[in-house]
C-alpha cells in the first residue's frame, strides 16, 4: 500500500480500512503516488503503521544494502521488509541480509551456550581441563569466559 496519492491525508484510514477488511498483513511503501520514486521513503509512516495495527506490517522504501534493511526495521519496528528497486541494483541483496540474520542468530545461539555452561568443579579438576570444557563450550565466542575460571586456582 502507498501512503496516499497525492498527500498521505487518508493514510490513517487506509490502514484500519486494511485491517477491518481482514487483511492478515499490510505492506507499505511510504511514498504517494505522485512522488513515485523521487524522494526518500518516509518510514515514520511505516512505525506508525505498527502503532496502529494489529496486523504485521512489511516495511519497503529505500532498502539497498544491509545496514538499510537493519535501520529499517530498528527504526520502524516493523515485522518484515520488502525489497523492490534495491535488488535490482544488488541482486545478491538477499543473500547478504540473510547471512546477516544467520550470523546473528549463529552469535546468538553461541552466547546462549556459553551463558548456560555450567562451571562445576570437583577436587580431582585441574585448571587445564576447565579450560578444555570452556573451549568446547565456548570455542567461536570471542572473549566468552566461564564465572570464576580466570580466579580458579587448584589448592593441592
Not at 128 to 147: K, M, T
Request: glycine share 8%; hydrophobic share 35%.
Amino acid at each position: 500500500m502507498r501512503s496516499g496519492f497525492d498527500d498521505t491525508a487518508l493514510y490513517q484510514d487506509n490502514l484500519m480500512a486494511v485491517q477491518e477488511a481482514g487483511a492478515s498483513f499490510v505492506t507499505i511503501h511510504p511514498r504517494t503516488k505522485r512522488q513515485a520514486y523521487t524522494g526518500r521513503a518516509d518510514w515514520s509512516l511505516i512505525r506508525l503503521a505498527k502503532q496502529l495495527l494489529r496486523i504485521p506490517v512489511v516495511g519497503n522504501g529505500d532498502i539497498v544494502c544491509v545496514s538499510s534493511a537493519l535501520a529499517m526495521l530498528q527504526e520502524t519496528g516493523c515485522d518484515g521488509l520488502m525489497i523492490g528497486r534495491g535488488a535490482v541494483q544488488d541482486p545478491l541483496l538477499f543473500l547478504r541480509i540473510r547471512r546477516h540474520f544467520a550470523a546473528q542468530r549463529s552469535q546468538a545461539q553461541r552466547n546462549t551456550n556459553c551463558n548456560q555452561f555450567q562451571l562445576h568443579t570437583s577436587n580431582t579438576e585441574s585448571t587445564a581441563h576447565l579450560q578444555q570444557q570452556q573451549q568446547q563450550h565456548c570455542q567461536v565466542q570471542p572473549g566468552c569466559q566461564l564465572p570464576g575460571l580466570a580466579s580458579y586456582q587448584r589448592h593441592g
